[in-house]
């Protein structure tokens, strides 16, 4: 286990981070898309808006960024999972518009988790150091 990287031609060096698993994400995104439904409650936002959704998406994105990409879908359902039953409809339910509407919702989500874990999980380069022999 590495415990520093660096990019090629970079002069910072930071922590490798090792990446959350795929269950993992999905039950984090659980339990802090219900924080989040507090925090929307007490701010008067728990209804069908672009506020809960933003919200939603924008947990997704933090989420996303330090989960691997194939949690990415799981992040998305949990996502809307938690913003179905208590954003829009408030009592913890799910409820079902049309195919249009929740698949996009779904989508919304999944693709701001998975546009924000995907350039960390890009492979990085070892950075070779060679030692010139004195002559």
């Given amino acids: 286990m590495r415990m520093y990287s660096a990019r090629p031609g970079g002069h910072r060096f930071r922590p490798a981070l090792d990446r959350l698993p795929v269950a993992v994400s999905g039950a984090v995104t659980v339990v802090a898309g219900g924080v989040l439904a ?8 728990l209804h069908c808006g672009w506020f809960a959704y933003a919200a939603y998406a924008g947990l997704s994105a933090l989420l996303g960024a330090f989960s691997r990409p194939s949690a990415a879908p799981v992040i998305g ?3 809307w999972l ?3 039953a208590f954003a829009e ?9 049309d195919v249009g509407a929740e698949s ?6 999944a ?15 070892a950075v070779r150091v060679t030692r010139l ?3």
């Fill in 111 to 125: 693709a701001a988790a998975l546009l924000h874990s995907l350039p960390a999980a890009l492979p990085r380069r």
């Fill in 77 to 79: 359902m949990a996502a």
């Fill in 133 to 135: 022999p004195i002559a």
């Fill in 89 to 97: 409809h408030r009592r913890g339910e799910l409820g079902w518009s």
């Fill in 38 to 45: 507090l925090g929307l409650g007490r701010l008067g936002q």
């Fill in 104 to 109: 996009g919702h779904f989508a919304l989500f």
């Fill in 82 to 84: 938690c913003c179905n």
